[in-house]
């Protein structure tokens, strides 16, 4: 497979890694690892990504606690993911002498924007998830609030920074400033109320035009508890999704149905969105290589 480090690529550099780094560099990486001189180095510092070949071992990451001879206590691995959050430092968990060189898990942050009108269940849906509440109450939000929520998806550990946003029209304006940078959207409506569907296509359209095709978008119909007396068909909704290159599903936040699926639907397609950007991995040796 072709890779950042040529044909097969390496998973492992003899330097001593000083400093690792997220933000932008003059080459242009959001991600970099400023290493100390080598004998396969000719420069005191390099930029991570150029380096190709010739290293063998990692022998010492600073801040990450050693034991002899500077070995690690827990592997490292080191990639790059998503744009708001454009490095993450991941640390693998319970490497043995069977995987000395597999990571057991990475770890991931993703911001995530719920969008919709007022009284779609926008709240109400990130309650049930995060807290597993509902309030049979309706509390307008007031601009935006947050919450954070961490999860398991395919072996990763995934942490979710969750903006709910205020559907009033009188905050519409101030959308831009909480879903610009996130990687995923979850553009809820109610299914009982065909207005709020048609709206839903024009919130939908303003996310595409900040955020392009760069995050996972995914409609949710809210409120299936009240199917029976519902006015957007499930067929009319899943065209039009299919149509916007977005996901869909279908929720009772009242009922807690759905909600679960949702998000971990979303987080996958999150980290399929992320991953093919580039990796820059570094494993280190294992107590079992001691």
């Given at each position: ?6 044909r097969?690529g ?19 990486c ?35 606690q050693?034991?002899a001879?500077?070995k690690?206590k827990?592997p ?11 490095a993450?430092?991941?640390l693998?968990e ?10 057991k898990?990475?770890?991931?942050m ?5 969008l919709?009108?007022?009284a779609?269940?926008k ?16 509390i307008s ?8 929520k961490?999860?398991?998806v395919?072996?990763c ?10 559907g ?7 959308g ?14 109610d299914i009982t109320?065909?207005?709020s569907?048609?709206?839903?296509k024009?919130?939908?359209k303003?996310?595409?035009r900040?955020?392009g ?16 007396i ?39 397609g ?18 079992a290589?001691?």
């Amino acid at each position: 497979k072709e890779t950042l480090f040529g044909r097969g690529g390496l998973e492992a550099f003899n330097v001593s890694v000083i400093q690792a780094n997220a933000g932008t560099d003059t080459n242009g990486c959001q991600f970099f690892i400023t290493c100390a001189k080598t004998d396969f180095l000719d420069k005191k510092h390099v930029v991570f990504g150029r380096v190709l070949d010739g290293l063998l071992t990692v022998r010492k990451i600073e801040n990450v606690q050693t034991g002899a001879n500077n070995k690690p206590k827990i592997p490292i691995l080191v990639a790059q993911c998503g744009q708001l959050y454009s490095a993450s430092v991941c640390l693998m968990e319970g490497a043995g002498p069977s995987d000395d060189f597999q990571f057991k898990k990475r770890f991931f942050m993703f911001q995530v924007v719920l969008l919709g009108e007022g009284a779609v269940g926008k709240s109400s849906l990130l309650m049930r998830y995060v807290e597993n509440k509902f309030s049979p109450r309706h509390i307008s939000t007031i601009q935006a609030s947050f919450q954070s929520k961490q999860l398991e998806v395919d072996g990763c550990h995934v942490t979710l920074n969750i903006w709910d946003t205020a559907g009033q029209e009188k905050y519409h304006a101030l959308g831009p400033i909480y879903y610009r940078g996130s990687q995923g959207a979850l553009l809820i409506y109610d299914i009982t109320d065909q207005r709020s569907f048609d709206r839903a296509k024009v919130w939908l359209k303003e996310l595409q035009r900040a955020l392009g095709d760069s995050a996972v978008l995914m409609i949710i119909g809210n409120k299936l508890d009240l199917a029976r007396i519902r006015t957007v068909t499930l067929e009319e909704a899943e065209e039009y999704a299919a149509s916007m290159g977005a996901m869909y599903d279908e929720t009772s936040a009242k009922e807690n149905i759905g909600i679960e699926a949702v998000f971990e639907r979303l987080c996958k397609g999150m980290l399929l969105n992320c991953v093919p950007k580039m990796w820059v991995t570094v494993l280190l040796p294992t107590p079992a290589m001691r």
